[in-house]
């Protein structure tokens, strides 16, 4: 392996100012410090996929560390338990952290460290190190074993079994993996939060079915269940795939049958399948190459605009409930949307993003009216008209205005009202529901360059 001279004085300079913040915290807190790095080969330590997974990896330890030193898994979940100290670094050479416990006991902290390095093929990329008081540096009890071949990492090193290619290459297949697992769970669970999600006039919740009568809490998340498989191809297929809108759109038909297969026919999430794969794929494709989400999800929406242009009018016999509407009131459908990156889901993203305390279910909540106050929602054009529509947003108006205690109680009562002109806002909901995955990723939304 070549390492060219300024990447190899950026690594000195590292190392260097690495161990003096060790010196340094061990001498305020004389206490064992942990230090947390990145094993990835190359020139490239650092991409929006890297550090995704290191954030992980660092709750993975924090959370580790907390069971190890007693705390409840309730007392686990809250900020840092037992944490005295945390400082996360990104620079270019790579993410680093560094931690201070409230412990002495160095070896616990490495117990935490060795079992995070090796759950899962994703540990192998994590260096936890434990510096004692003392300034040494607790060893392992085992050696490690190599990324490519799983045998002693030392022996391969040593006899440079591996070219660079090859390494990178293993590291970035472990990286896509568990972006496949990550995306496609934070996809299911914002579907499944949205549907817990109450009270939410005229739509399914945790209280009721409101305006539905084919459908109720269990098959909501019996649906968004049935789709997290396809989530994760979605990532696969932008992550180290063909990146194709081909590829998209073929796993979304196969997505939309796995939905009406587990709610027996009924349409619960067909809108935010076509929302959901688009962000996910951007997401994806800027994990591995920085490439900007919202653009990727405009021009992809741009080509599925013109594929549709190509293709000619659609057969009247296969018309939809959003074609109708669009036909009768002139609204925006959903590839109108998307080439706007669904600006819906990503006002209420950046609202919860930006939430820093109080109830996440009432920022949830204030996030659902402002979207109901502003889009033209093809679900209650279907059911209500225009003047439905225009109702529900002078609602949706009155609400903001509201506090949170008393925003809860007035969409609590609002229900008999949707339920008796049969309206749900069902397209408020899928944009709410891709509003909260988008603020799971807001470093790569709504940072400022």
């Known amino acids: 392996m070549v390492i060219k001279k300024?990447?190899?004085?950026?690594?000195?300079?590292?190392?260097?100012?690495r161990a003096a913040k060790q010196t340094e915290l061990i001498n305020e807190y004389k206490k064992p410090v942990v230090c947390i790095c990145m094993n990835i080969a190359g020139d490239v330590k650092r991409t929006p996929g890297i550090d995704i997974l290191f954030r992980h990896g660092c709750e993975a330890y924090e959370a580790e560390v907390a069971a190890m030193l007693g705390f409840s898994a309730e007392q686990a979940s809250g900020r840092r338990p037992g944490a005295v100290y945390r400082e996360l670094v990104f620079a270019h050479t790579g993410p680093e952290a560094f931690y201070v416990f409230d412990t002495e006991d160095a070896e616990l902290l490495k117990d935490a460290g060795i079992k995070i390095e090796e759950t899962g093929p994703e540990g192998r990329l994590f260096d936890?190190?434990?510096?004692?008081?003392?300034?040494?540096?607790?060893?392992?009890?085992?050696?490690?074993?190599?990324?490519?071949?799983?045998g002693p990492v030392a022996d391969c090193a040593r006899s440079r079994a591996?070219?660079?290619?090859?390494?990178?290459?293993?590291?970035?297949?472990?990286?896509?993996?568990?972006?496949c697992e990550k995306l496609a769970d934070s996809a299911c669970e914002a579907l499944k939060a949205e549907a817990k999600l109450s009270p939410k006039p005229g739509l399914v919740d945790s209280l009721n079915s409101g305006s539905h009568k084919d459908m109720d809490l269990p098959m909501l998340l019996a649906s968004a269940e049935a789709l997290k498989p396809f989530f994760a191809r979605f990532t696969r297929e932008f992550a180290c795939g063909d990146k194709s809108l081909e590829s998209l759109i073929k796993t979304g038909v196969e997505a939309e049958k796995a939905m009406f297969k587990a709610t027996g026919g009924v349409n619960t999430h067909k809108g935010a399948i076509f929302a959901f794969a688009l962000y996910i794929a951007a997401i994806a494709k800027s994990c591995f190459d920085g490439s900007d989400v919202l653009e990727t999800v405009k021009e992809l929406a741009a080509q599925k605009a013109a594929s549709m242009a190509g293709s000619g009018v659609k057969n009247a016999e296969k018309s939809t409930h959003g074609d109708e509407v669009r036909s009768r009131y002139g609204a925006k459908g959903a590839v109108e949307d998307a080439l706007q990156g669904f600006p819906m889901a990503h006002m209420a993203g950046a609202i919860l993003a930006a939430r820093k305390t109080g109830s996440r279910s009432d920022a949830q909540l204030y996030a659902l009216c402002r979207i109901m106050a502003e889009l033209d929602d093809s679900n209650v054009l279907y059911r209500a008209g225009q003047e439905g529509l225009d109702w529900v947003k002078k609602q949706a108006e009155s609400l903001l205005e509201q506090t949170a205690e008393d925003r809860k109680a007035?969409?609590?009562?609002?229900?008999?009202?949707?339920?008796?002109?049969?309206?749900?806002?069902?397209?408020a909901a899928d944009m709410l529901a891709l509003g909260i995955f988008l603020a799971e990723y807001s470093d790569l939304l709504y940072t400022e360059s």
Do not use: W, Y
């Open 6 to 17: 300024a990447e190899l004085m950026d690594m000195l300079n590292c190392r260097e100012k």
């Open 128 to 150: 936890i190190d434990i510096i004692g008081t003392g300034g040494q540096k607790l060893s392992r009890p085992a050696a490690r074993r190599c990324i490519v071949c799983g």
């Open 162 to 179: 591996h070219g660079l290619d090859v390494i990178k290459a293993a590291a970035n297949a472990i990286i896509a993996d568990f972006l």
């Open 410 to 427: 007035s969409m609590a009562e609002l229900n008999a009202e949707f339920v008796q002109r049969n309206i749900s806002s069902g397209g």
